[in-house]
Every structure is written in structure tokens, then in C-alpha cells.
């Protein structure tokens, strides 16, 4: 039987895998959508992990509820995150990115809706918690799907962009926290009410958002997978090649795989990363709205600044968006959480409304801007039968320090003070840089590895 390779097509071993057109592409249309899709559902998560540090403080004056209480309404999201994020990630890598991004949407917008009928502290907890599981793995997912479907050359830019939208959805949180909550009785369960918007954004983003083509690869649906890559060949205007040199169907693969010795080294740094950062942020940000209410700020007023330092994220992601092609995932994610460190050492030192906005807006843009990085590094630390797996342990080993973290402000703050614990977030932060920098590998420019 004749072998020949047809005139004008690449012999086998020279035609590029489907991985490598998508790669190949220039940014069209269909990645814009892509982006917006996911964005919103991202926008979404950050508006409802936002307004529990608004509605925290107004159900705590409501309900009268201790410190010790207040801060186990922070937390229990967080602990559902951590499992959220750990499964959700193994799920992704069996059923696909997009299916298991719609589901989460879906879990958590229905809870936060409930929230808002809530009638005691228990109910709460519990509605609280079932929102984290699919908040937690949501993120990791949407991550991973968008860096998949992403042009080689602006991968990472993508990634921050899309991890650009947690700052529009905090802004909103920020918004109903400043003009809806302190001014309506009860105004915290309109905030929740909010939350059941992501649950009709699910159905919207299952039939809008297409599969990644590496993932049907490599779960042998070569068919489908080229139908997804020959869609965003058609926005660009690009003639597909005659043939394409097929992967060979690859099952997900167990999470021990992330600790053998090929991926162990970044496996750790990238748990490293994810613990510091997740400890400072969540540490700082869920209370910083109680945080300034105790420095003498009165509910308003506090909402007012916390929406004012939030609006500092935007800068931050605009510039992680562009030197993490430029100067490369590692550096940018290093040099911003170093920049982190300062901020917060310059917040717990603060005194006066001058000095707390401009530290808490340095910490603001630094700490997103790393927040946009680390997002950008994760999945592309792995490959595709894994990488589900890999980002969503990392993201659910990082939400241990987000539970941890509001839990200890209270005690922390009584035993060091507001310099102290600041102190401590700082140190958090430059860790994260030492581990970003030594032992994560490096893959702006790269091609995903399909294998």
C-alpha cells in the first residue's frame, strides 16, 4: 500500500499538531470572546468573594456577632475553596475545562442568591461554604481553559487579562458595598440577592465557550478537537493545513504525578507561591474594610476607601498584562510580590487618611499585579493531562492560607498590632519571590506541552 505524502502537504512528522496551530494563530475575534466569557464568570467570582468583606462587617453589627464568629464568616468560604479547588481541577482534566467551569458557576451562584434568606448564623455557614466549593474551582478551571485556547506569543497576557476581571468584580462588590448595604435595613441580604446573577451566566457560558482542543486530543476526540481549532482558523482568516500530526490519547493521570521527580521542584514552588500569597491578600484584604472601621472610619467611610484602594488593581494587571511577555512569568511575578512586601510594610505604618490610601493602593497594584502573574505561570507549568490537576492542587494547597489568614487577624492584631500583622504579610509576600524566582521554570515563548 502506497504511503506517499500527498502534493503540497507536510509529510507526517513535519505537519503540526493541532496544539501548535492553535499556538500558531493570531489573536482574532473568537479570543475575545473566549476572553469575555470567562472574564465575566471571573468578574462574577471576585464580586461574590468581595462582598463578604462588605456584608461581613454589616451582618456582624446586625447579628451582634463576636470576633471569633465574624471571623469564621470570613473563613468558611475559603475552606470550601480549598476543596473546591483541589477537585475541581481533577474534574476539569476527566469531563473538560468548559463543563466543569459552567457547573461551579452555577453551585455558587445559587448559594450566594440563598444567602440572602438566611436566618442565622449556622444556615449561613453552611450556604457560605457550599459557595467557596464552587468558587475554588471555578478559577483554576477557567485559567486553565483560557490559557489553552490562548495564541503562543500572548498567552501569558491573556491570562493576566482574564485575571483582570477579579478587579472589576471587586470593584462591584465594592459598589453595592459603599451604596447598598449601609443604606438600606438588611441592606447585606440585596447584596447576596446579587449573587444569583453567575447562575444564569452558567447557561451562557456552556453553549458559548468552546472545549480546549488539547484536552479532546488527549481524551481522543480528534474530531472535535479540530472543529474547535478550525473555528478560531476561520476567525483568522488561516487556511488549515492539509494534515495534522495526531497526539495519542493520553488518560488524566493521578495528582501524585505532580510530586515524581519531573515536577516535583516546581510542584513546590508553585504551592509555595500560591500559600504566601493566598496568607497576605486574604489576610489583609477581607478585613481591610473592618480594619479601617477600627481605626475610627465609620461604615461608609470605610466602604468609600476600600473602593478607592481597590481601583488600584486595574493599573496593576495593565502592567503584569505586559511585562510578563516581556520580562517573562517569573521575574514579573517576583519583582511585583517584592513590591508586595514594601506596601504592606508601608500600610502597617500608616497613620492618617493620606498615608493609609496611598500605602493600601501600592498594595492594591502591586499585589494584583501578582495575583495576574501567578495565574499566568500555573497551567503552563504542566501538561495537558495534568494540568487541570496540577493548577486546581496548587490553587486548593493556597486556599489553606486563606482560611488560615482571616482566622488569625483578630489574635495577631492583639498580640503585634496593626504593624506587626502587616509585618507579617510582607515577610508572606517575599517568600512567595524567593520561591517564584528559584524554582519555577520559565515558558513564556513556549508551546504548551501536549504530552
Sequence with gaps: MSTATPLGADPPEQAPTRAERMGRLPYTREHTRTLLGAGTGWALDAMDVGLISFVGLAI????????????????????????????????????GRRTVFALTLLVYGVATGASALATGLAVLLLLRFLVGLGLGAELPVASTLVSELSPMRIRGRMVVALESFWAVGWLLAALVGFFVVPRFEDGWRYAFAIGLVPALWAVVIRWGLPESPLFLERRGRAQEAEAVVRRFEDSAGVEPPARSRPLPPVP??????????????????????????NFSYYGAFIWLPSLLYAQGYDLVRSFGYTLVITLAQLPGYALAAVLVEVWGRRVTLASFLVGSAVSAGLFGLADGTTQVLAAGMALSFFNLGAWGALYAVTPEIYPTSVRGSGAGAAAGFGRIASIVAPLSVPALLVLWGNAGLFALFGGAFLVGAVAAYLLLPERAGESLDAT
Design 60 to 95: 456582624a453589627t446586625s447579628w451582634d456577632l463576636t470576633r471569633t464568629e465574624q471571623s469564621w464568616l470570613l473563613s468558611i468560604g475559603f475552606v470550601g475553596m480549598a476543596i473546591g479547588a483541589t477537585f475541581g481541577g481533577m474534574l476539569a482534566d476527566r469531563y
Design 252 to 277: 488524566p493521570k493521578t495528582p501524585g504525578q505532580l510530586w515524581s521527580p519531573t515536577y516535583r521542584r516546581r510542584t513546590l514552588g508553585i504551592w509555595l507561591v500560591w500559600f504566601c500569597v
